[in-house]
């Protein structure tokens, strides 16, 4: 049986809590990875591996974060992304709030998409999937 959606915050909390090393009254659903919880990319490769190995996943490269979307110049514009890139993100991110983001796509706003809240409707997505 899937855990519920109580326990997936619980457990991606403490995984975030490990891997960053911060307290986890710091976790809320709310918090960004890197702007909150100061994430740094390495921090992305280990959080990865501790949530396949938390949830009993794989989590594929690209899956999480459309890395290979940021180099097309079909989906960015200069800091910008695209109107195509926009809905490419939305296929490739179904897991993430885009809302507020598409109203200014700058790529320099990206590292906001990735909330805790993101990570725990990822990671149901994936239990669910299984």
Do not use: C, W
């Not at 909150?36 to 490269?61: C, H, Q, T, Y």
Request: hydrophobic letters at 45%; charged letters at 30%.
């Amino acid at each position: 049986m899937a855990p519920n959606r109580d326990e997936v915050f619980a457990k991606v909390q403490e995984v975030l809590v490990d891997a960053l090393g911060v307290d986890d009254e710091e976790v809320l659903a709310e918090s960004t990875l890197q702007g909150d919880l100061g994430a740094e990319s390495i921090d992305f490769l280990d959080i990865v591996f501790r949530l396949e190995k938390a949830f009993s996943i794989k989590i594929p490269k690209g899956e999480l974060y459309p890395e290979e979307m940021m180099n097309n110049p079909d989906f960015v514009d200069g800091d910008k992304i695209t109107p195509a890139g926009m809905e490419q993100l939305k296929i490739a991110m179904p897991h993430a709030d885009l809302s507020e983001f598409e109203k200014d796509p700058l790529l320099s706003r990206m590292p906001d998409l990735f909330t805790v809240q993101t990570i725990v409707n990822y990671v149901e997505g994936k239990l669910t999937a299984a």
